[in-house]
């Protein structure tokens, strides 16, 4: 019996390309935007764990330890905070291996890159708090028991509870997707090998003891096995659910080409009986229809469907022909171009004044160009007959233009999800304003001017109650020994610098000057208005407003020429 070869072929290498690709994208710029609230409170905990103190570690224990051992490696930074989900959600892109022999291996190439540059997977993957680890090692544990290797599925399935409270979400998901595949007339048979499940389960308790307690570093990780379900059922009370129709902008803005291609192999699938891509239209639709249903649902939790919808759409995708490469290629071409001429009459309109002259005729250009293309379409396709083609060949040429349009807009809201502001973009949550960083440069250049040193400056964080920007403030100053935190001051006390998030000012604001700093910004949401402003948000993308913004309160004696006036006029805008 013949080995199998071990060389490396081109397959391999565009395998490795589309890792490489993945990595490089997730790691350009990561510690450019500071960390929002949630992801400053995951980074707090991880701050305990490298210093090997006991601490709570959250509904994410294992991430949690992952990201102290990088804290103690690497330092304590806003990059580092995120570089755990960023590695492995870099690996995304080898869920498409096991996949050759069920999608096809053209379809399997294309999942890799499009794993490597789907919007919603890189924005997620740049996040300290990010929830890409999970689907990485559940879908790997799901991939695995459909070849019956439970010696690896059972040890990924447990490391995914370790990740997050989204495997309860993802359980049920999968469940639902389960009898969704029943459903569509396709057996549900999962091999049981004894020696596999025995060999999965040894595999299991190594993983468990090994992983929760970070290889004994975190010994109090033993009982946070279940810190992900507590954190789940919280989520079930309705507090402040995104409205259906953000899920639905979402998909469309950040996903344009997989949502197409994935709703044509869907049609496809009733001609095609093709159990993989069957079981990803399962997945793809169980996973929407709980995020729908989920009273705590965010955009975040599209991350479950985009894996199976990429799947979907790279089958679909492959089955595109190119036939008549001469042909296809300028109607293409003129496709393209008719629907960016499109695109920009839609952003045209959108600027234009409500009813005004040029508003109606930038709508009739957009109504013209979006009618040429089924008028092409139906052209050539009448011209069948002279050149012996069929309507299938006819079509060929609009829908690879109808392809590079869905690309273009992708990799745009790529670069935008990537590298633009977060408080622009819907996949993260409470959004920390650029201004924090100029907080703590202020503090900086205070106590270089008043002491001659860095972090040296008494500053005291008046904060009735642990809020978001109170965690944001804590990883902000975590590296000055001289901050501290109080819920309340007395008023006797008057320390070099005040922080407070309150309009009324402290007591002691006599004897300060104060300077407000944005902190935390509001979380994007579609203008209640008319058509012509979601364009111009989906579009532009206008700033969002402030949420909550914190007072720095330097003592007046600390400026040149004002100790001898006590009671100098605050300054706060």
Same mark, same amino acid.
């Given at each position: 019996?013949?080995?199998?070869?071990?060389?490396?072929?081109?397959?391999?290498?565009?395998?490795?390309?589309?890792?490489?690709l993945?990595?490089?994208?997730?790691?350009?710029?990561?510690?450019?935007?500071?960390?929002?609230?949630?992801?400053?409170?995951?980074?707090?905990?991880?701050l305990k764990?490298?210093a090997?103190?006991?601490?709570?570690?959250g509904?994410?224990?294992?991430?949690?330890?992952?990201?102290?051992?990088? =804290?103690?490696?690497l330092?304590?930074?806003?990059?580092?905070?995120?570089?755990?989900?960023?590695?492995?959600?870099?690996?995304?892109?080898?869920l498409?291996?096991?996949?050759?022999?069920?999608?096809?291996?053209?379809?399997?190439?294309?999942l890799?890159?499009?794993?490597?540059?789907d919007?919603?997977?890189?924005?997620?993957?740049?996040?300290?708090?990010?929830?890409?680890?999970?689907?990485?090692?559940?879908?790997?544990?799901?991939?695995?028991?459909?070849?019956?290797?439970?010696?690896?599925?059972?040890?990924?399935?447990?490391?995914?509870?370790?990740?997050?409270?989204?495997?309860?979400?993802?359980?049920?998901?999968?469940?639902?997707?389960?009898?969704?595949?029943?459903?569509?007339? =396709?057996?549900?048979?999962?091999?049981?090998?004894?020696?596999?499940?025995?060999?999965g389960?040894?595999?299991?308790?190594?993983?468990?003891?090994?992983?929760?307690?970070?290889?004994?570093?975190?010994?109090?990780?033993?009982?946070?096995?279940?810190?992900?379900?507590?954190?789940?059922?919280?989520?079930?009370?309705?507090?402040?659910?995104?409205?259906?129709?953000?899920?639905?902008?979402?998909?469309?803005?950040?996903?344009?080409?997989?949502?197409?291609?994935?709703?044509?192999?869907a049609?496809l699938?009733?001609?095609?009986?093709?159990?993989?891509?069957? =079981?990803?239209l399962?997945?793809?639709?169980s996973?929407?229809?709980?995020t729908?249903?989920?009273p705590?649902r965010?955009?975040?939790?599209?991350?479950?469907?985009?894996?199976?919808?990429?799947?979907?759409?790279?089958?679909?995708?492959?089955?595109?022909?190119?036939?008549?490469?001469?042909?296809?290629?300028?109607?293409?071409?003129?496709t393209?171009?008719?629907?960016?001429?499109?695109?920009?009459?839609?952003?045209?309109?959108s600027?234009?004044?409500?009813?005004?002259?040029?508003a109606?005729?930038?709508?009739g250009?957009?109504?013209?160009?979006?009618?040429?293309?089924?008028?092409?379409?139906?052209?050539?396709?009448?011209?069948?007959?002279?050149?012996?083609?069929?309507?299938?060949?006819?079509?060929?040429?609009?829908?690879?233009?109808?392809?590079?349009?869905?690309?273009?807009?992708?990799?745009?809201?790529?670069?935008?999800?990537?590298?633009?502001?977060?408080?622009?973009?819907?996949?993260?949550?409470?959004?920390?304003?650029?201004?924090?960083?100029?907080?703590?440069?202020?503090?900086?250049?205070?106590?270089?001017?008043?002491?001659?040193?860095p972090?040296?400056?008494?500053?005291?964080?008046?904060?009735?109650?642990?809020?978001a920007?109170?965690?944001?403030?804590?990883?902000?100053?975590?590296?000055?020994?001289?901050?501290?935190?109080?819920?309340?001051?007395?008023?006797?006390?008057?320390?070099?610098?005040?922080?407070?998030?309150?309009?009324k000012?402290?007591?002691?604001?006599?004897?300060?000057r104060?300077?407000?700093f944005?902190?935390?910004?509001?979380?994007?949401?579609?203008?209640?208005?008319?058509?012509?402003?979601?364009?111009?948000?989906?579009?532009?993308?206008?700033?969002?407003?402030?949420a909550?913004?914190?007072?720095?309160?330097?003592?007046?004696?600390?400026?040149?020429?004002?100790?001898?006036?006590?009671?100098?006029?605050?300054?706060?805008?």
């Amino acid at each position: 019996m013949s080995k199998p070869s071990s060389h490396f072929t081109t397959e391999h290498l565009l395998y490795a390309a589309a890792v490489g690709l993945a990595l490089a994208v997730r790691l350009w710029g990561l510690g450019r935007a500071p960390l929002g609230a949630d992801e400053a409170a995951l980074a707090l905990a991880a701050l305990k764990v490298a210093a090997r103190h006991a601490t709570p570690l959250g509904p994410a224990p294992l991430l949690t330890g992952l990201t102290g051992l990088a =804290f103690f490696l690497l330092g304590s930074t806003d990059a580092v905070a995120r570089l755990v989900p960023a590695l492995l959600g870099s690996l995304l892109p080898l869920l498409a291996w096991p996949l050759r022999r069920g999608l096809g291996r053209k379809a399997a190439l294309l999942l890799a890159f499009a794993l490597a540059l789907d919007p919603g997977l890189v924005a997620l993957s740049r996040l300290a708090n990010s929830p890409v680890p999970a689907v990485l090692v559940l879908a790997g544990a799901v991939l695995a028991a459909a070849r019956a290797r439970w010696d690896w599925a059972l040890p990924l399935g447990l490391l995914g509870l370790l990740l997050g409270p989204t495997f309860w979400f993802s359980a049920l998901a999968l469940l639902l997707a389960a009898a969704l595949y029943r459903v569509f007339g =396709f057996p549900l048979a999962i091999a049981l090998p004894p020696h596999r499940l025995r060999q999965g389960l040894r595999n299991a308790v190594a993983v468990a003891v090994l992983s929760s307690t970070l290889a004994f570093w975190t010994p109090e990780g033993l009982g946070t096995w279940f810190n992900g379900l507590s954190a789940f059922l919280h989520t079930l009370v309705p507090l402040a659910p995104v409205p259906l129709r953000l899920l639905a902008v979402a998909l469309l803005a950040y996903a344009p080409l997989a949502t197409g291609a994935a709703i044509a192999g869907a049609a496809l699938l009733g001609n095609q009986k093709q159990p993989a891509a069957a =079981f990803a239209l399962a997945a793809a639709l169980s996973a929407l229809v709980l995020t729908m249903l989920y009273p705590g649902r965010s955009v975040a939790l599209l991350v479950w469907a985009l894996v199976p919808l990429w799947a979907l759409a790279a089958w679909a995708l492959a089955q595109l022909p190119l036939r008549h490469p001469a042909d296809t290629g300028w109607q293409a071409a003129l496709t393209l171009a008719l629907l960016t001429f499109a695109w920009l009459s839609l952003l045209a309109w959108s600027r234009a004044p409500a009813g005004s002259r040029q508003a109606t005729l930038q709508l009739g250009l957009l109504i013209v160009s979006l009618l040429l293309v089924p008028l092409l379409t139906a052209l050539l396709a009448f011209s069948r007959a002279e050149s012996n083609r069929t309507w299938q060949e006819a079509l060929l040429g609009p829908a690879w233009g109808l392809v590079a349009a869905g690309a273009l807009l992708t990799l745009s809201a790529f670069s935008r999800a990537a590298y633009g502001p977060p408080s622009s973009e819907l996949w993260g949550a409470t959004a920390t304003a650029p201004e924090e960083r100029l907080l703590v440069r202020t503090i900086t250049a205070l106590s270089q001017q008043h002491h001659g040193m860095p972090d040296t400056l008494e500053i005291v964080v008046v904060s009735p109650q642990e809020s978001a920007a109170a965690q944001v403030l804590r990883w902000a100053l975590h590296t000055d020994p001289n901050a501290r935190f109080a819920i309340a001051l007395p008023p006797s006390a008057s320390p070099e610098a005040l922080i407070t998030f309150s309009d009324k000012p402290p007591t002691q604001a006599a004897a300060y000057r104060g300077e407000g700093f944005p902190l935390t910004l509001a979380p994007p949401l579609l203008p209640a208005a008319t058509l012509q402003n979601i364009v111009q948000w989906l579009a532009f993308r206008p700033p969002q407003p402030k949420a909550t913004e914190a007072v720095l309160w330097v003592r007046a004696d600390l400026f040149p020429g004002a100790s001898s006036s006590p009671n100098m006029e605050n300054q706060q805008p």
